[in-house]
């Protein structure tokens, strides 16, 4: 961890660093007010030497590749050379602070000032155009006192930043807002003062109206008022659009009691616990961070972490995850991983990461909009010319300048994408579901063949008893305790499951336990010898029933493998264990094939286990027996065959099949290797997950065109419409607010799905 120079309180945040000794940065940017902003701080990022930049207006965020002869602070420097400004992201996981809660306070006084004072000057401003008679005066100056605090206090947010793009030379929405505001102030001024103030009473009320004398003072009150509107509401509606991830990093604990080596307790923040030392957690309170439950039984809700909604029950030896709630007992937890390296870290991370890059639609909207700005302006003065050179009046060739000025404002085109990212990686990581990045959503609406993985994947990863065969004189549960008696001196997989199968009876004692390596265990048991190994080996001592073989021979071709049970030098019985689908695979391959994918089973194992559980599920094509490579190599058969692929895995062989496909998701409690692989990782231990992601990623890429084709359709329809003086500008900038604010509630939509009506 290394410090920022010109900014000491923040750690400095490396996400990535790779071999070409490039590390990857993330950086706080303040100061952004549209999405040509983002694009601009990216452009003056990217013309530094050595340096990969993406910048997000949603979230930001700046992410930086940058080679190790560039320091975070000089980063920094050419964010704050460009007239906004900049900070190191810290690593370790703290409180997300509500900035757009600030701001929306912040603007709301603004606004609510401003709608006190633009109502009567608007009514005024109908009367005494409708009614020149009630004219007095000075009536004109009342206008502009009311107007005055509007268009100036009221406005100074949008004059602070489109001074200071004046000044780097840049332009952005405040600049189009700023200009309509002070142009339609000082053509309302100069009316205001030169004309007679007697307009022709034989117009009609809506004429008078639209086109009285100090139309363009209420213009730029109105404008201000509508464009600090749009504005509240946006702020408002990104403070939302966080509240997932504030609450996601709100679940941590805020301080522990640590176990001193005398017995005592002492609490201490959370951020001050290190590797190896032990705290005590009681009922209702927030494990501090990953570790090792080293006494103490409890329930732990764990529906924060991965949205599961059961508690899961924690004994000595089990791990716990930093950021679970213990509902009951009292646990002591070594602590395995601390700060950057907790999976509540992890998952803080990978949520940053999705909302700080950019998917394709994003930079097309981004270039498009660095260069809008400054063509909304040359295209309003080209207007203003040719009204003017039509020999059209003065009022209207500037109220046609103006509606252009205030119609095209791009803020909705820089919000399209990363609001409604921002909102899906929020709703996913309450759902469990973590997109790793923009890849994910880029992908998932391609996907038409779905790959699964068995072992660990569809099927549980541990072995169970899935049948008990008995000969006449024994009984199911006979067989199994003696079984499970001698089993439980033994280490074996086979054995433990045998044991597991028990539910924690008490056993009795074996004497003389023998192990034959690779055949089975033999002992005592309360006076009876018990001997529970391969059928090869025990039909070697004891002959075997026929109604025994048979059924040894039907489970065997099931893939599940079996042991025989001797008892007195007499066949007993057999026990058949197997790896047992998860409840959850079913349900989802059916969803899958009901939304029209392919879905495919790859394993390591025998046929007879692939085809049984491959049949139990309801997946048609089977490939069996299959190393790592060979995986690799069927996805690439797909993909040649023209198939967009999603493989599903969780263990160190399924690591390259992930990278190879089109999009690979983990199931987040396999290995490293393979939610490194990945690009959406699923916390549930739950394959209905995997539907649910592909539904998550294609319903926010739904959003995102949602978006894209109202804002795209909205600016290129409406500036020739301002530009044909078919539009008011107080109008303009109604619309124009409504424009954004469509955009931020259309992907709001987002934070409900997956929620049952």
């Known amino acids: ?191 205001l003062i030169t004309e007679s103030g007697n307009p022709d009473s034989s117009r009609g009320v809506w004429d008078a109206i639209w086109h009285s004398d100090s139309i363009y003072l209420e213009v730029a009150t109105g404008v201000t008022v509508l464009v600090l509107a749009g504005r509240y509401f946006e702020a408002r509606s990104r403070s939302r659009a966080g509240s997932a991830l504030r609450a996601l990093a709100a679940i941590g604990a805020k301080d522990v009691s640590i176990l001193l080596k005398d017995g005592s307790e002492m609490r201490i923040p959370a951020g001050e616990l290190k590797e190896e030392q032990q705290f005590v957690v009681r009922p209702g309170e927030t494990i501090g961070t990953d570790g090792l439950v080293i006494e103490g039984s409890a329930g732990v809700d764990i529906s924060a972490m991965t949205g599961e909604s059961l508690p899961v029950e924690v004994d000595p030896g089990d791990a716990v995850v930093g950021g679970t709630t213990v509902l009951d007992g009292r646990l002591i937890v070594e602590a395995a991983a601390v700060g950057p390296d907790t999976q509540f870290a992890g998952m803080m991370r990978l949520v940053e990461e999705a909302q700080s890059g950019k998917a394709n639609a994003q930079r097309l909207a981004d270039r498009i909009a660095s260069v809008f700005v400054p063509v909304v302006v040359v295209l309003s003065l080209i207007t203003l010319g040719v009204w003017l050179a039509l020999g059209e009046p003065a009022t209207a060739s500037v109220s046609a300048a103006l509606a252009v000025l205030i119609i095209a404002c791009p803020c909705a085109l820089g919000l399209a994408t990363p609001i409604a990212v921002m909102v899906a990686t929020g709703r996913g990581a309450q759902l469990g579901i973590f997109l790793k990045g923009y890849q994910a959503l880029d992908s998932s609406r391609l996907v038409d063949t779905v790959v699964f993985d068995k072992t660990g994947t569809v099927t549980q990863g541990v072995l169970r008893v899935g049948a008990v065969h008995t000969v006449e004189g024994f009984t199911d549960d006979e067989v199994l305790y003696l079984a499970a008696a001698v089993e439980n001196a033994s280490e074996h997989s086979v054995g433990a499951a045998i044991v597991a199968a028990t539910d924690g009876r008490d056993l009795e004692p074996v004497d003389d336990f023998r192990v034959e390596p690779g055949r089975g265990v033999s002992g005592v048991v309360d006076g009876r010898t018990v001997s529970v190994g391969s059928p090869r080996w025990t039909s070697r001592a004891a002959v075997v029933p026929a109604t025994v073989a048979r059924r040894c021979k039907e489970l065997e071709a099931e893939g599940k493998t079996v042991v025989f049970v001797i008892v007195d030098d007499a066949i007993a019985g057999l026990i058949a264990v197997a790896d047992l689908v998860k409840q959850s695979a079913a349900p989802s391959i059916a969803a899958l094939q009901a939304a029209g994918l392919r879905t495919v089973l790859l394993t390591g194992d025998n046929e007879g286990a692939a085809r049984t559980v491959a049949a139990e599920v309801g997946i048609d094509e089977v490939h069996f027996e299959m190393l790592p490579d060979q995986k690799v190599e ?82 290129v329809a409406a500036i020739p419409i301002a530009a044909l003086g078919l539009l008011n500008p107080l109008i303009a900038g109604g619309a124009m607010a409504m424009s954004s604010l469509f955009v931020v509630t259309n992907s709001l939509r987002l934070q409900r799905f997956g929620r049952t009506k």
């Open 634 to 715: 069927r996805l690439r058969r797909l993909q040649a065959d023209g198939r967009s692929v999603a493989m599903v895995g969780d263990g160190i062989n399924d690591g390259p099949a992930l990278a190879t496909a089109d999009l690979g998701l983990a199931i987040g409690r396999g290995t490293d290797v393979a939610i490194s692989a990945a690009d959406i990782i699923l916390v549930r231990d739950d394959l209905r997950s995997v539907p649910a992601a592909l539904s998550l990623a294609t319903a926010t890429q739904r959003t995102i065109r949602t978006n894209l084709i109202w804002a795209f359709g909205y600016n």
């Open 1 to 191: 961890m290394t410090t920022v120079d010109s900014h000491p309180q923040d750690a400095v945040k490396e996400i990535h660093d790779d071999s070409d000794g490039v590390r990857r940065i993330q950086l706080d940017v303040t100061g952004m007010t549209c999405g040509a902003c983002a694009a601009r701080v990216e452009r003056k990022l990217n013309k530094v030497d050595g340096v990969r930049a993406s910048v997000n207006y949603a979230t930001r965020i700046a992410t930086v590749d940058a080679g190790r002869n560039l320091s975070t602070a000089e980063l920094c420097a050419v964010v704050d050379k460009a007239g906004y400004g900049a900070t190191a992201r810290s690593d370790t996981p703290r409180p997300i602070p509500d900035a757009d809660a600030e701001t929306a306070k912040n603007l709301f006084r603004r606004l609510a000032l401003a709608v006190v004072l633009f109502v009567p000057l608007a009514d005024l401003s109908i009367v005494f155009a409708v009614v020149p008679s009630t004219r007095f005066p000075g009536w004109q100056w009342l206008l502009l006192a009311l107007a005055a605090p509007i268009v100036t206090w009221c406005a100074s947010p949008f004059y602070r930043v489109a001074a200071k793009n004046l000044r780097t030379g840049n332009a952005s929405m405040e600049t189009l807002v700023t200009i309509g505001v002070l142009a339609a102030t000082g053509w309302s001024l100069y009316t």
